[in-house]
T-cell receptor, first 110, second 114 residues
Framework: TQLLEQSPQFLSIQEGENLTVYCNSS?????LQWYRQEPGEGPVLLVT?????EVKKLKRLTFQFGDARKDSSLHITAAQPGDTGLYLC??????????FGSGTRLLVRP | DAGVIQSPRHEVTEMGQEVTLRCKPI?????LFWYRQTMMRGLELLIY????????DSGMPEDRFSAKMPNASFSTLKIQPSEPRDSAVYFC????????????FGEGSWLTVV
């Protein structure tokens, strides 16, 4: 069974601080996606990475896919209250089945 | 585009009753997914369809759960009979194409079984 573990589970930081969220697995994935989910809504895709070692930037967010395609990280620079939400990583295999991590709940205090 | 549309948004039902959740995917999308989200288990894939055909239903918890997709614009997830442990948020999602493509989620159906 493929599992994705995210850490930390909860994170409460002050506006302006930097943070990193980790997504780890013992399995290799063909692609890795990061989603953000706000209360009362469905997850929204932030980024997809498919190549080992790939780094993608989305404004203040930096996503990295591990060289072995088993892990990923999300780094947020100068966090803002609007970044508050549940961050989910999801690994895709050849069958197109997405396995979701348990999520990291981020609270950015003004 | 209107996005993935789910109904009802909220449902409270008594144990033993039948529950039907509905989903309209984004027009033109050929994949449709049903997920369930709980605090304990996170987001779990229940079943997915490709061109209206069920491809993988290994995530469906038990025979009380069934899903259909009679046409490209409509799908249902049915629970009969419902139990308190079925309480969760059920998401429908759709996408166009294969792995790595964007999956669009609906806003979810919040189910409470008492």
């Amino acid at each position: 069974t493929q599992l994705l573990e995210q850490s930390p589970q909860f994170l409460s930081i002050q506006e302006g601080e930097n943070l990193t969220v980790y997504c780890n697995s013992s399995s290799v994935f063909s692609s890795l996606q990061w989603y953000r989910q706000e209360p009362g809504e469905g997850p929204v895709l932030l980024v997809t990475v498919v190549t080992g070692g790939e780094v993608k930037k989305l404004k203040r967010l930096t996503f990295q896919f591990g060289d072995a395609r088993k892990d990923s990280s999300l780094h947020i620079t100068a966090a803002q209250p609007g970044d508050t939400g549940l961050y989910l990583c999801a690994g895709g295999d050849s069958s197109y089945k997405l396995i979701f991590g348990s999520g990291t709940r981020l609270l950015v205090r003004p | 585009d209107a996005g993935v549309i789910q109904s009802p948004r909220h449902e409270v039902t008594e144990m033993g009753q039948e529950v039907t959740l509905r989903c309209k995917p984004i027009s033109g999308h050929d994949y449709l997914f049903w997920y369930r989200q709980t605090m304990m288990r996170g987001l779990e894939l229940l079943i997915y369809f490709n061109n209206n055909v069920p491809i993988d239903d290994s995530g469906m918890p038990e025979d009380r759960f069934s899903a259909k997709m009679p046409n490209a614009s409509f799908s249902t997830l049915k629970i009969q009979p419902s139990e308190p442990r079925d309480s969760a948020v059920y998401f429908c999602a759709s996408s166009q194409g294969m792995s790595g493509n964007t999956i669009y989620f609906g806003e979810g159906s919040w189910l409470t079984v008492v």
